[in-house]
């Protein structure tokens, strides 16, 4: 019997997380590219109620980016709604590397958190 380890199966693509729902299970958020270059990137984020799957727009949604290995927090990104549940702004990632988007969704007074992991490249 043969087996196989598949090396580099904790590299950084391992980690990427470019959908998810939010804490509450009531909107699901996917970003458009999990893999970006470092600098000032357009961003857009689909939402959709997660049990319905229609488009949630209206919204107030939120990122700030963080890079996990080194406490390194940018300021939090507005973004803005540009219809059929997107909502897009310019996001400053200052490095190379592993980023962690904490991101929240509000409406009104029910705001929810999510985040998602994506890589930014040199
Ligand atoms: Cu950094």
Do not use: K
């Not at 598949?6 to 958020?29: D, K, P």
């Amino acid at each position: 019997m043969l087996v196989v380890w598949f090396a580099g199966a904790c590299t950084a693509e391992s980690v990427l997380s470019g959908q998810t729902v939010t804490h509450h299970g009531r909107w699901a958020v996917v970003i458009a590219d999990e893999l970006v270059d470092a600098g000032t990137h357009p961003v857009e984020l689909t939402v959709t109620e997660a049990d319905a799957g229609t488009p949630a727009d209206g919204l107030a949604v939120y990122l700030r980016p963080g890079m996990p290995d080194m406490s390194h927090l940018e300021p939090v990104t507005y973004l803005e709604g540009v219809g059929e549940g997107r909502y897009a702004a310019e996001l400053e990632l200052a490095m190379p590397g592993v980023w962690s988007l904490v991101g929240y969704v509000q409406d009104g007074d029910a705001a929810e958190s999510f985040t998602l992991v994506i890589e930014a490249l040199p």
